[in-house]
């Protein structure tokens, strides 16, 4: 999801600042999206952490001076099984994950537009 409307962005000529904890994963999409525009940044980031967030903003502010659109796409699909399976460290990574990557991303302020994408939970449901 993250990386088709990175490309989507790039296609209407966005300058992108693409941002995961794997950066393997945001070299690639960098490398499918860099035809399309020629303004991107690529940060490693660890959305748990307010100051690794921070610094990602505050880099991007650096590069770009403003940021107009934030997507918050962070999230980690859950294995499926029952509630009562769930581990409680597996409950605390996704919360600090798929919520707290949300709070810590949306607590930096924007003047903007923020897109908060829902966890695919919602649409798929497990027992």
Not at 45 to 58: L, Y
Not at 70 to 91: S, V, W
Not at 101 to 106: D, E, I, L, R, S
């Amino acid at each position: 999801m993250g990386r088709l409307a990175a490309r989507r962005f790039a296609e209407a000529n966005a300058k992108l600042i693409i941002v995961d904890i794997n950066a393997a994963a945001i070299d690639k999409t960098a490398d499918e999206i860099q035809p399309y525009t020629g303004d991107v940044l690529v940060l490693c980031c660890d959305v748990t952490q307010e100051s690794s967030v921070h610094a990602c903003i505050t880099r991007a502010y650096q590069e770009f001076g403003t940021i107009d659109v934030a997507m918050n796409n962070a999230g980690m699909l859950q294995n499926p099984g029952r509630l009562a399976g769930i581990a409680a460290d597996e409950f605390e990574r996704r919360m600090d994950i798929n919520t707290g990557g949300v709070f810590w991303c949306m607590k930096q302020g924007n003047n903007g537009v923020i897109l908060n994408r829902p966890s695919a939970a919602g649409v798929i449901g497990t027992p």
